[in-house]
């Protein structure tokens, strides 16, 4: 977290959609099942016709050839291939999409019985927002692509799935496609039905979880401590400078019943009055998984007048080593009640960053905007793969952003709140604001959905457990 100018912010961000990529998404059981009238048949090209490249291309259609509407989201197709070592990890893309990039996922996964063609494979799904397909109707383009991790190039030759003659559409069986969970398309690798419940899966690995309900009696509560946390009392930014970092400023107020952590930030106009308020975990140990948070932001002070260029915030982050060193990770909720980095009005930021330089400022992210009022309670949720990252807010996608972005190095969780400038409200009387949050969570190595993090949340309240720490130190 740093200070921007406040001039604005500089973002470079990739054209690519949505992207993502091959830790195991935990999804809600399918209780449908295909009925006899129902098929599907997938059209294959590549745009990647070589037998050694950069990425493989497998642009996918989709068509509805029976006589009922499918529900995309009950739709799974399986591109196969032969991994070129038994190390290489894969990442996943699309280029563009009809039916949006944003609706289509891409997870990798490793068949029980390889063959000489195959060992791996891509399984395309949808999201609920790719809709429907009538009877007859096919999805349009999915101009698909994936490659590996470190990109090195690869050999596509002796992919199963693979047909480099196919420069145009055509109907293609070495792609499978599942409807509900009956495959209702094409021919599988030999012994390697992907209806069978036994066969092959995407390990899901990790599973470790941090959660903590935030009940604790003070800033120097030994658990506090005890449980991973740093409460922040050491100068320097962002935020005013001159200004002091107070923990005191930092409490554990009852609400309803329930134990919340509240980061007050409070100042008369000058540097030497401005008090900012910081919560850090001590470890960097946090990579690949899912972050959430239940967050209150709020418009106006607690007290005194209002106005000033505050900054309330979610994040996880790692050190900059070095000007535009290519291992700096952050990923940011902020919010700005009364606007600031050149905007007037309140405005609500999730920005994905691969590096910057502080001086001359440079930066490298992506971001997602939305220029509203988010006053009260949130639900902040971030997902981090080996493809995307995903930003949720109440349940809804708010953005996706690429794989450049992805981390490299562990990181920590961050609360924070401060002040960009003195500029907003120039008046010298006292006034205060306050964030509070009421939960963090996150689950290593594995994409949540929204309604699994509150699920897994209400469980850990029910039996209880207001703090468990599973995560390995890295």
């Known amino acids: 977290m740093r200070t921007r100018p406040a001039t604005g912010r500089r973002r470079v961000a990739l054209a690519l959609s949505a992207l993502l990529g091959s830790t195991a998404l935990a999804a809600v059981p399918m209780n449908a099942t295909a009925a006899a009238t129902d098929g599907l048949a997938v059209q294959y090209r590549t745009s990647s016709g070589g037998a050694t490249a950069d990425q493989s291309e497998p642009w996918l259609k989709v068509r509805n050839t029976g006589a009922s509407t499918v529900q995309l989201s009950q739709v799974k197709i399986r591109y196969y291939f032969k991994a070129d070592s038994a190390s290489a990890s894969y990442r996943f893309a699309c280029s563009w999409a009809v039916k949006g990039c944003a609706n289509i996922t891409g997870t990798f996964g490793t068949l029980s019985h390889p063959t000489a063609t195959?060992?791996?494979?891509?399984?395309?799904?949808?999201?609920?927002?790719?809709?429907?397909?009538?009877?007859?109707?096919?999805?349009?383009?999915?101009?698909?692509?994936?490659?590996?991790?470190?990109?090195?190039?690869?050999?596509?030759?002796?992919?199963?799935?693979?047909?480099?003659?196919?420069?145009?559409?055509?109907?293609?069986?070495?792609?499978?496609?599942?409807?509900?969970?009956?495959?209702?398309?094409?021919?599988?690798?030999?012994?390697?039905?992907?209806?069978?419940?036994?066969?092959?899966?995407?390990?899901?690995?990790?599973?470790?979880?941090?959660?903590?309900?935030?009940?604790?009696?003070?800033?120097?509560?030994?658990?506090?401590?005890?449980?991973?946390w740093n409460v922040r009392s050491n100068s320097g930014g962002p935020g005013v400078p001159g200004a002091t970092w107070d923990p005191s400023k930092v409490t554990f107020?009852?609400?309803?019943?329930?134990?919340?952590?509240?980061?007050?930030?409070?100042?008369?106009?000058?540097?030497?009055?401005?008090?900012?308020?910081?919560?850090?975990?001590?470890?960097?140990?946090?990579?690949?998984?899912?972050?959430?948070?239940?967050?209150?932001?709020?418009?106006?002070?607690?007290?005194?007048?209002?106005?000033?260029?505050?900054?309330?915030?979610?994040?996880?982050?790692?050190?900059?080593?070095?000007?535009?060193?290519?291992?700096?990770?952050e990923y940011d909720f902020e919010y700005l009640p009364n606007g600031g980095w050149g905007e007037t009005g309140n405005i609500l930021y999730t920005t994905s960053w691969e590096t910057y330089n502080p001086d001359p400022w440079q930066a490298v992210n992506q971001h997602t905007e939305a220029r509203q009022s988010y006053a009260g309670w949130h639900d902040l949720i971030v997902t981090i793969d080996g493809g995307s990252i995903k930003y949720y807010i109440d349940g809804q996608l708010f953005g996706t952003h690429d794989a450049q972005y992805l981390p490299e190095r562990p990181m920590s969780i961050n609360f924070n709140q401060w002040l960009i400038d003195l500029n907003g409200q120039t008046s010298t009387t006292a006034r205060a604001y306050h964030e509070q949050v009421d939960y963090v969570l996150h689950v290593k190595d594995q994409v949540l959905t929204p309604a699994q993090v509150a699920a897994k949340v209400a469980a850990y309240r029910s039996a209880g457990t207001a703090f468990v720490d599973e995560v390995p130190a890295s």
Do not use: C
């Open 118 to 228: 195959a060992d791996r494979y891509l399984e395309i799904a949808f999201t609920s927002g790719a809709g429907t397909l009538a009877p007859g109707a096919d999805t349009g383009d999915m101009q698909l692509r994936f490659y590996q991790s470190n990109w090195q190039t690869l050999t596509q030759a002796d992919d199963y799935s693979f047909n480099s003659s196919l420069t145009s559409y055509a109907d293609w069986n070495k792609v499978t496609a599942q409807l509900a969970g009956s495959t209702v398309w094409g021919t599988a690798p030999e012994g390697n039905d992907p209806t069978d419940p036994t066969g092959p899966t995407d390990p899901p690995g990790g599973g470790q979880t941090l959660f903590d309900d935030f009940a604790y009696t003070s800033h120097t509560d030994p658990a506090l401590s005890a449980h991973g």
């Open 253 to 329: 107020p009852t609400i309803s019943g329930n134990s919340v952590m509240n980061l007050q930030t409070s100042t008369a106009g000058t540097a030497e009055s401005t008090r900012q308020t910081e919560v850090v975990s001590k470890r960097p140990k946090f990579k690949n998984g899912t972050y959430a948070a239940r967050v209150k932001f709020t418009d106006a002070p607690a007290s005194g007048p209002d106005g000033d260029h505050l900054v309330q915030t979610f994040f996880t982050i790692n050190d900059l080593k070095a000007p535009m060193a290519d291992d700096y990770s």
